[in-house]
């Protein structure tokens, strides 16, 4: 082969490659994940500029009169935590909502924020110094194969904690299962996450109180 055709031969190659990469892709993590793990994203960004506006501190270790959300942790209210982060998602009413919760409802314009309109939920017991701890998440999740009632929910290390059908699920071995998101404190969220009990044992927390919206 001449030069000028190996160069060719590398560029269709390079051509099939980038066409084959989308569908290789979307079979890796579902398109219906996409907007929910950009979601959780910027969430993790606005716990943490709340934190760095905060000494140090996410909205449930805040009493309300310092823009915390403390008293709020038995009212069985997961928005009550949220709303003290919409100054810090620049506006955004969709981030609340992931598209493939059909539960829940899209935040109207001019509504406060509740329970109805909110996809995740959040841990109460997170701190910047648990690096690894289960920060938010997909609300779909279940134990020992039942759906987790909304409420404060006690995560513990040995629980077997995993996620339901309803939100999100992929193929593994020819048998859909149930996945979602999860953003950790030092703010890197996992995408597909099937094993979600082996995230719980990382996590450098006995128990972990997630409120379920």
Same mark, same amino acid.
Request: with cysteine; net charge positive; hydrophobic share 45%.
């Given at each position: 082969?001449?030069?000028?055709?190996?160069?060719? =031969?590398?560029?269709? =190659?390079?051509?099939?490659?980038?066409?084959?990469?989308?569908?290789?892709?979307?079979?890796?993590?579902?398109?219906?994940?996409?907007?929910?793990?950009?979601?959780?994203?910027?969430?993790?960004?606005?716990?943490?500029?709340?934190?760095?506006?905060?000494?140090?501190?996410?909205?449930?270790?805040?009493?309300?009169?310092?823009?915390?959300?403390?008293?709020?942790?038995?009212?069985?209210?997961?928005?009550?935590?949220?709303?003290?982060?919409?100054?810090?998602?620049?506006?955004?009413?969709? =981030?609340?909502?992931?598209?493939?919760?059909?539960?829940?409802?899209?935040?109207?314009?001019?509504?406060?924020?509740?329970?109805?309109?909110?996809?995740?939920?959040?841990?109460?017991?997170?701190?910047?110094?648990?690096?690894?701890?289960?920060?938010?998440?997909?609300?779909?999740?279940? =134990?020992?194969?039942?759906?987790?009632?909304?409420?404060?929910?006690?995560?513990?290390?040995?629980?077997?904690?995993?996620?339901?059908?309803?939100?999100?699920?992929?193929?593994?071995?020819?048998?859909?299962?149930?996945?979602?998101?999860?953003?950790?404190?030092?703010?890197?969220?996992?995408?597909?996450?099937?094993?979600?009990?082996?995230?719980?044992?990382?996590?450098?927390?006995?128990?972990?109180?997630?409120?379920?919206?």
């Amino acid at each position: 082969m001449t030069l000028v055709e190996v160069f060719v =031969v590398i560029g269709v =190659v390079a051509i099939l490659f980038l066409l084959l990469l989308p569908a290789t892709t979307s079979r890796g993590r579902p398109a219906h994940l996409i907007p929910c793990l950009n979601n959780q994203k910027q969430i993790g960004f606005a716990l943490h500029t709340f934190a760095a506006d905060n000494n140090g501190h996410f909205p449930p270790q805040l009493s309300i009169t310092n823009e915390g959300s403390m008293e709020f942790i038995r009212s069985n209210s997961t928005a009550l935590h949220f709303r003290t982060l919409s100054n810090y998602v620049g506006g955004s009413r969709s =981030v609340w909502h992931c598209p493939a919760d059909q539960s829940k409802q899209p935040l109207p314009n001019k509504s406060p924020l509740s329970d109805r309109n909110l996809s995740y939920f959040i841990s109460v017991d997170a701190t910047p110094a648990l690096a690894n701890a289960i920060h938010t998440g997909d609300r779909n999740l279940q =134990v020992a194969g039942q759906p987790v009632a909304p409420g404060l929910f006690i995560l513990t290390t040995n629980a077997a904690i995993a996620w339901t059908r309803d939100m999100h699920k992929l193929k593994r071995n020819f048998v859909w299962v149930g996945c979602g998101n999860v953003l950790f404190v030092d703010g890197h969220v996992l995408a597909n996450q099937v094993d979600l009990a082996a995230s719980a044992q990382r996590q450098g927390l006995a128990t972990n109180r997630l409120a379920i919206p």
